[in-house]
C-alpha cells in the first residue's frame, strides 16, 4: 500500500514528523513501512517559467533559442523541444539546479544530473525547460503530459513559482507493510487513524454529507441478491447528468502518489474513494442495464463473458456475477464488462459498493488468473458497514466536483450484520501477559484512540466493526502492547520449574553419527526431499519395485520435484556428478535426510519418514575404505556385536559383486556398495563411486552410550598362523565365521594377514592366511588347550574345502 | 704404598683426559679404562687383593686410601662418560633438524553443512537455557499444520500456491510450528522446547528462494510466562548468536498462532546499526518471528489458556546461515560442491 503523507496529513492535520521519524513510529506501532521515497528527490532549482519569445538559432537546424521570464527576471534558453510555443508556461531548472532524469525516461541515476549555465552550438544557455520524464516521472501519471516534448502547465499557473510544488511533487510516498489481520489499514483512513494514536493527535477523518436532488433511486433500480453467501452485501446508488471531465489537481496528485492514474472525473473518484476507504466500487453505465434490475448469482459453468478489458473469461459455478435484467455485466469484485462500461458520452451511472466474501473472491480470481486492486481488497474480507460510507463519499464528491447531481436514497440488499465484538476488560490479566504494570488509565486512553468503546457497567469492551480483529483478551493485550510500546516492554526470563536442556536420543546418535564420518573425511551435503520419477530408471530400479510407490505432490512445482524420495540415492550421486563435472578430486560426501516410504495409496496415515545416512564418495579410497567407515561408526554409537556384510544385497544400481546389505543381529542396518558402472554413465560420473546408505531408525534402536569396563587381559595370548588354500567362492565371513564358531571360548581373535590370488596358487583357488589368538581370563594356556582348538578350527575350514598350504 | 697410590691415581686421571672425544668410541675407551684400573683384574683391585700383606693394623688406613682413589676415579670417569653423552645427543639433535614449515600431512576431517552448524548454535543457546531439542514429521494433516494453530479454513496460506498438497488432508508442512501442538498434545508441563526441521513451500528457486527449508521452532508453556520474558529470552539469544553488544528491536506483526505478536530485529552485525550495504542501511535486520501463544491455540491443545500461558518463536535456519556466514545465493546450500562445503 503506497500512500503520500499529505494525504494522511489531512486527516491528522496536526500531525508533523520527519519523514525518518514517522517511519520509525508508524513501524514501531505495528504499521510497517517497508520504504518512502521524496517525490522530489533530486529536484532543485526548477521554477514555472513563461517563454516570452522564440527565435531559431542560427546555426542548428533543431535549436531554438527561448527568452523565458522566470519571475525575478528573464533568462535565455536553448532548447531542441519540439512542442512549445510564445506564451507556454514551462517547468524551468535554473543555472546550478538539478533533475531527477534524462529526457528519455530511462532509469534514473542514483544522484541525478546536475544542469549548469553553458553554450549551445555557440549561444548561451543559461538553464533547461524540463520533460515530464526529467522531472521524474512519466506520462502514465501526468496524462496531459506531450509524448515527447517540454511539460506545459496550465495558464493560471504563476510564472516564477515553485513547479515541484505545482506538480504535487513536494510530498513523501510511504509505501507499508499492512498484514492480513488489518484490513482496515488496506485504506488511507485506516492509516491515518494509526498515525493519528501512534503520535497522539487527532484523527478528522472526512464529514460525508450528500446533497440529494429530490428524486427516489428506487425508481431507477431495483437489487436482487440470489447468493447472499458470496454477497452479504449490496449497496446501490445513482447519478445522473454525468459530465466527463479531468478531475481536480489534488485528487490527481494524491491518487498518482498511490501509484494510480489519473483518467477523468467519475473514475478518479472511484479509485480516489476505493484508496481513501479500502472499499472498492464499480460504475456501471446505466442506460447500459436491462430492465433496471441488478441480480447478483453464480455463474453457470463453461460460460463465457467479456471482461472491459476486452479479453473473453470462462466462468464456473463459484464465480459471483453482477447481471441486469437479461444478462451478465460484471464478475463480482473482480471485474466489470465490456458490455456495461462506461464511456465518455455516459449520462447516468449506477454506483456499487458491496461485501463479497473474501475467499471466493481470492479463488475466482485465482482460477481466472485476473487479480485486481478491487479483487485484492475484497480477499481480505471487508466491513460491511464501510460500503455505505463508501457509496456515500463518491456520491458526495460527484457533486462536490460537479460530476452531475446524486438521486435520492440507496438500495441496500444487505445480510444481518455482525453484532460488534464485546470482549471483558481485564487490565490485570493484561499486565500479566505482557509482564508490565500499566495503569487501567492508560489502557482507556489508548482504546480511545482506537475507537475501542468502554462500557463500564459491563467490564466490557466494544471493537469498532472494522476492527474484525479483535476478538479476545489477548488482541486487546497486543493494542495496549503496541502503543504503549513495544520497546517500553521489560526484558526479563522466564522463572519457574527448571527444566533439563537436552538433544532427544534420536538426535544425539544422529550427531554422533556426523561426527564419525566427518572424522573419516566427508562433507555433509543437503539434498531436496523431492525429486523426479525418472530417479528410478536412472537408478536402474526395475518397474515393480516398491520403491516405485512413492508419495507424490499433488500440486508440485515440476516434474523434477514431484514425488517424496523412497531412496536417498539420487540426491548423492547428483551432488557427486555436480563436483565431478566441476572437476573436484577426491570427494566424499555425507547426507542425513529422511526418506518417506507410505503405508498405502492414497495415503491414510502419515508415512513412514526414516532417516538415512548416506555416505558416497570418488577418488581415493575404495570399498573396504567405506566399509570401515560404516564399522567406526557402528563402534562409535555402542554397537559392539559384529556386523555381517551379506554379498546377496540384491541391489540393481550397485555392482553386482561389489555390494553388500549390512546385517546385524539379524536386522538390516544398512548396505555399502560400488556404484553399477551404467547409473554412473546415466548420472555422467566416469569414475567409481562408492556408496553406503544406513538407516538410522535401526542404528538408533541398537545403540547405546552405556560403557562398561571388561578388564585388561592379565594372562599371555597364544597365536597360531595358518596360511591355507581357498576354493575361489569361499568368503572370508565364512572363514572368520567357522574359526569362531570352532574356536571356543579361548578364542580372543582372528585376524587376515595375507589374501593372494595366481601363479602359485592353482586356478579356482585363493591363498589366505590368518593369524589366530587364544587367551584364557583366567590361567595360562597350556600348549594342550591350543593345540585342541587348532583342530577343532582346522577341521572346520577342512569342511568348507580349504586345505592348510604345505 | 701410598705412593704407588698415588701413581696409580695420576696415571688414570691422564688416560680419562686423553679419553677425550665424542660417540661410541669415546665410551668404549671410558669403559676400557674403568676395567684397567677398577675391574676384576684391575689394577686398584689387586692392591686391595694385596691388603693381606699388610700389617693387620695399617690395613684398614691402607683400605680407606684404596677406596678413596677408587671413588675419586669413579666420579672421573662419570664426569666424562657424561660429557660425551651430552656432546653426542647435542650432535643428534643438530642433525635432525627438520624444516617445520614443510607442508603437513593430514588426512582431511569432513566438514558439517552450513545449515547444521547454524543449527548447533541455536541448540547449544536453548539447551543451556533448559530447552529440549524435539522433532516433528515432515509430511503432516492439515490440523498440526493449519487448524491448531488458529489458522481459518480459507486462509490464503492453504492456498495451491503456497502448500504442497499430497491427497485429502495431507501435505508438506509449511512451517516447524506444528510440533508445538505434537509437545503440547503431550500434556507433559511446563514446556521449553525447540523443534528444528525441515519445511516446504511452492517458491521457485533463486539466490533467496528453496522449495525446501529449515526452520527452528521455539515453545515455552508454564504458569506466568509473559511478553517480557519473551523479550528477555529472544534477547539473550541474539548476543549469544551475533555476540555480546548486538541489540534488538521488537516490532508489532501478525501471525494466527500468537497474540501479541512480532517481528524481531537485531542491530546489523556488519556495521554494528549504523546503516550499510548488507542491513540496506536501515541498521537492523529482520530475523525472526514471536509472540505469545494464542489462547485458541492452548485451547484446542487441552491447556487451559487462563492458567498457563507461553510463547512461540521460528527462525529461518538458512537466513541465519546467510546472513553470519554471508553467503550470497542460497542455492549454494544445496548444491554441495566440495568447495563451498569446505568453507565451514
Not at chain 1, 507410505?598 to 526414516?610: G, H, I, K, N
Request: net charge negative; proline share 5%.
Amino acid at each position: 500500500m503506497n500512500t503520500a503523507l499529505s494525504w494522511i496529513k489531512a486527516y491528522v492535520p496536526e500531525l508533523e514528523a520527519a519523514d525518518q521519524e514517522y517511519c520509525d513510529a508508524m513501524t514501531l506501532s505495528g504499521t510497517k513501512v517497508e520504504n518512502y521515497e521524496r517525490l522530489d528527490k533530486n529536484l532543485e532549482k526548477i521554477v514555472v517559467g513563461q517563454i516570452d519569445k522564440i527565435e531559431r538559432h542560427p546555426d542548428a537546424d533543431k535549436l531554438i533559442v527561448c527568452q523565458v521570464n522566470i519571475g525575478s527576471g528573464t533568462i535565455q534558453i536553448v532548447t531542441g523541444a519540439p512542442n512549445v510555443k510564445e506564451g507556454d508556461r514551462v517547468p524551468v531548472v535554473l543555472d546550478g539546479g538539478k533533475v531527477a532524469g534524462g529526457h528519455d525516461g530511462g532509469p534514473l541515476p542514483e544522484e541525478g544530473i546536475r544542469i549548469k549555465a553553458g553554450k549551445l552550438r555557440g549561444i548561451e544557455s543559461n538553464g533547461m525547460m524540463c520533460s515530464i520524464e526529467e522531472l521524474g516521472s512519466d506520462r502514465n501519471m501526468y496524462p496531459e503530459a506531450p509524448e515527447n516534448g517540454i511539460y506545459i502547465f496550465p495558464d493560471t499557473v504563476p510564472v516564477g513559482a515553485d513547479a515541484v510544488e505545482i506538480l504535487g511533487m513536494r510530498d513523501t510516498v510511504f509505501e507499508y507493510e499492512i498484514t492480513s489481520n488489518r484490513v482496515d489499514c488496506y485504506s488511507v483512513l485506516g492509516i491515518a487513524r494509526e498515525a493519528a494514536a501512534t503520535f497522539r493527535k487527532p484523527f478528522v477523518p472526512p464529514v460525508v454529507e450528500v446533497k440529494e436532488n429530490g428524486e427516489d433511486v428506487n425508481d431507477y433500480i431495483s437489487v436482487e441478491v440470489k447468493d447472499p453467501d458470496l454477497c452479504s452485501r449490496y449497496c446501490a446508488r445513482v447519478c445522473t447528468n454525468i459530465k466527463i471531465a479531468p478531475s481536480p489537481e489534488w485528487m490527481q496528485r494524491r491518487l498518482r502518489a498511490s501509484g494510480i492514474r489519473p483518467i477523468n472525473n467519475l473514475v478518479d473518484i472511484t479509485n480516489y474513494v476505493m484508496e481513501e476507504y479500502g472499499q472498492p466500487m464499480h460504475a456501471f453505465d446505466l442506460d447500459t442495464i436491462a430492465g433496471k434490475k441488478i441480480i447478483v448469482r453464480r455463474a453457470k459453468d463453461g460460460e463465457e463473458f467479456q471482461t472491459l478489458d476486452e479479453q473473453m473469461r470462462k466462468l464456473d459455478h463459484d464465480i459471483l456475477m453482477i447481471c441486469d435484467g437479461e444478462k451478465e455485466i460484471g464478475i463480482a469484485g473482480i471485474m466489470g464488462g465490456e458490455n456495461s462500461k462506461i464511456t465518455d458520452n455516459v449520462k447516468t451511472v449506477l454506483f456499487e459498493a458491496a461485501t463479497f466474501n473474501g475467499p471466493n473472491i481470492r479463488k475466482s480470481a485465482k482460477r481466472l488468473g485476473l487479480r485486481t486492486d478491487a479483487s485484492g481488497k475484497f480477499e481480505k474480507g471487508l466491513d460491511p458497514h464501510n460500503a455505505q460510507a463508501a457509496i456515500d463519499r463518491a456520491c458526495q464528491l460527484i457533486w462536490e466536483l460537479g460530476c452531475g447531481d446524486v438521486v435520492g436514497g440507496m438500495v441496500d440488499v444487505c445480510e444481518p450484520m455482525k453484532e460488534k465484538a464485546r470482549i471483558p476488560f481485564r487490565p490485570e490479566r493484561i499486565n500479566e501477559l505482557l509482564g508490565t504494570a500499566i495503569s487501567k488509565e492508560e489502557m482507556l486512553s489508548i482504546f480511545e484512540m482506537l475507537e475501542i468503546e468502554y462500557d463500564e457497567e459491563k467490564g466490557e469492551l466494544i471493537a469498532p466493526t472494522y476492527r474484525q480483529d479483535l476478538e479476545c483478551v489477548a488482541d486487546i493485550a497486543e493494542e495496549v502492547a503496541r502503543f504503549f510500546g513495544y520497546d517500553r516492554i521489560p526484558t526479563t526470563l522466564p522463572t519457574g520449574e527448571a527444566t533439563a536442556g537436552r538433544l532427544s536420543y534420536k538426535l544425539r546418535i544422529e550427531q554422533k553419527a556426523r561426527d564419525i564420518v566427518e572424522y573419516c573425511g566427508f562433507s555433509q551435503g543437503m539434498n531436496y526431499s523431492f525429486e523426479s520419477p525418472k530417479v528410478f530408471d536412472r537408478l536402474l530400479i526395475p518397474e515393480d519395485s516398491p520403491l516405485r510407490s512413492a508419495i507424490v505432490i499433488a500440486n508440485p512445482l515440476g516434474e523434477d520435484f514431484s514425488i517424496m524420495r523412497t531412496i536417498s540415492l539420487n540426491g548423492m550421486l547428483t551432488s557427486l556428478a555436480t563436483n565431478y563435472n566441476r572437476r573436484n578430486k577426491d570427494v566424499r560426501l555425507y547426507e542425513l535426510g529422511n526418506i518417506y516410504l507410505p503405508y498405502q495409496f492414497p495415503l491414510t496415515q502419515l508415512p513412514d519418514e526414516r532417516m538415512q545416512l548416506t555416505l558416497g564418495m570418488y577418488g581415493k579410497g575404495d570399498f573396504y575404505m567405506m566399509k570401515g567407515v560404516v564399522e567406526e561408526l557402528f563402534v562409535a554409537v555402542g554397537m559392539k556385536k559384529k556386523a555381517v556384510y551379506n554379498p546377496a544385497a540384491g541391489k540393481p544400481f550397485l555392482h553386482p559383486g561389489r555390494q553388500a546389505l549390512i546385517e546385524y543381529e539379524g536386522g538390516v542396518a544398512g548396505y555399502l556398495g560400488e556404484v553399477h558402472p551404467l547409473v554412473c554413465e546415466n548420472y555422467d560420473i566416469g569414475t567409481r563411486v562408492y556408496v553406503a546408505v544406513i538407516d538410522m531408525p535401526f542404528v538408533v534402536e541398537k545403540a547405546t552410550f552405556d560403557r562398561k569396563y571388561e578388564g585388561i587381559a592379565k594372562y599371555p595370548a597364544v597365536s597360531r598362523d595358518i596360511s591355507m588354500v581357498v576354493p575361489k567362492d569361499v568368503l572370508a565371513g565364512q572363514i572368520e565365521a567357522m574359526i569362531e564358531q570352532r574356536g571356543g571360548k579361548i578364542l580372543e581373535s582372528c585376524q587376515l594377514f595375507d589374501i593372494y590370488e595366481g601363479e602359485q596358487i592353482g586356478e579356482g583357488f585363493k591363498s589366505v592366511a590368518y593369524s589366530i589368538t587364544f587367551r584364557a581370563k583366567d590361567r595360562t594356556l597350556e600348549e594342550s588347550d591350543v593345540t585342541a582348538a587348532m583342530k577343532k578350527i582346522l577341521n572346520g575350514l577342512e569342511s568348507l574345502g580349504i586345505e592348510l598350504r604345505k | 704404598m701410598k705412593e704407588k697410590l698415588e701413581q696409580i691415581k695420576a696415571e688414570a686421571l691422564k688416560q680419562i683426559e686423553a679419553a677425550g672425544g665424542t660417540g661410541a668410541q669415546a665410551l668404549e675407551l671410558l669403559n676400557e679404562i674403568r676395567v684397567s684400573y677398577l675391574g676384576k683384574k684391575g689394577e686398584l683391585t689387586a692392591l686391595l687383593k694385596g691388603l693381606k700383606n699388610v700389617a693387620s693394623e695399617e690395613r684398614p688406613m691402607v683400605g680407606q686410601m684404596v677406596n678413596e682413589v677408587r671413588g675419586e676415579i669413579e666420579e672421573v670417569l662419570a664426569g666424562a662418560t657424561e660429557k660425551i653423552k651430552a656432546a653426542a645427543l647435542e650432535e643428534r639433535m643438530k642433525a635432525e633438524a627438520i624444516d617445520v614449515t614443510l607442508p603437513a600431512k593430514k588426512g582431511y576431517m569432513g566438514h558439517r553443512h552450513a545449515n547444521t552448524i547454524a543449527l548447533e548454535e541455536v541448540e547449544r543457546i536453548f539447551i543451556g537455557m533448559g530447552y529440549e531439542v524435539v522433532e516433528g514429521p515432515e509430511i503432516e494433516t492439515d490440523y498440526y499444520n493449519f487448524e491448531a494453530l488458529n489458522i481459518p479454513a480459507d486462509h490464503p496460506a492453504k492456498d495451491e500456491q503456497d502448500t504442497f498438497f499430497i491427497n485429502g488432508d495431507f501435505l508438506l508442512r509449511t512451517q516447524t510450528s506444528g510440533t508445538q501442538v505434537h509437545e503440547m498434545e503431550k500434556g507433559k508441563l511446563p514446556i521449553r522446547m525447540i523443534a528444528p526441521g525441515r519445511v516446504f513451500r511452492s517458491d521457485e528457486v533463486d539466490a533467496t528462494h528453496s522449495p525446501s527449508f529449515h526452520q527452528v521452532e521455539g515453545l515455552v508453556i508454564d504458569r506466568h510466562i509473559t511478553f517480557a520474558d519473551l523479550k528477555g529470552t529472544l534477547a539473550e539469544f541474539a548476543r549469544e548468536l551475533f555476540g555480546e553488544e548486538t541489540r534488538v528491536k521488537f516490532r508489532p506483526h501478525h501471525f494466527n498462532f500468537t497474540e501479541p505478536s512480532a517481528e524481531m530485529d537485531v542491530s546489523c552485525f556488519k556495521c554494528g546499526g549504523k546503516g550499510c550495504r548488507f542491513c540496506k542501511g536501515s541498521g537492523w535486520i529482520e530475523i525472526l518471528g514471536c509472540g505469545m501463544v494464542h489462547p485458541n491455540v492452548l485451547t484446542m491443545s487441552g491447556i487451559n489458556p487462563e492458567e498457563y500461558t507461553g510463547f512461540a518463536f521460528g527462525v529461518g535456519l538458512e537466513r541465519i546461515a546467510l546472513l553470519k556466514y554471508e553467503i550470497d545465493d542460497m542455492r549454494l546450500l544445496y548444491e554441495n560442491d566440495i568447495r563451498f562445503l569446505r568453507q565451514f
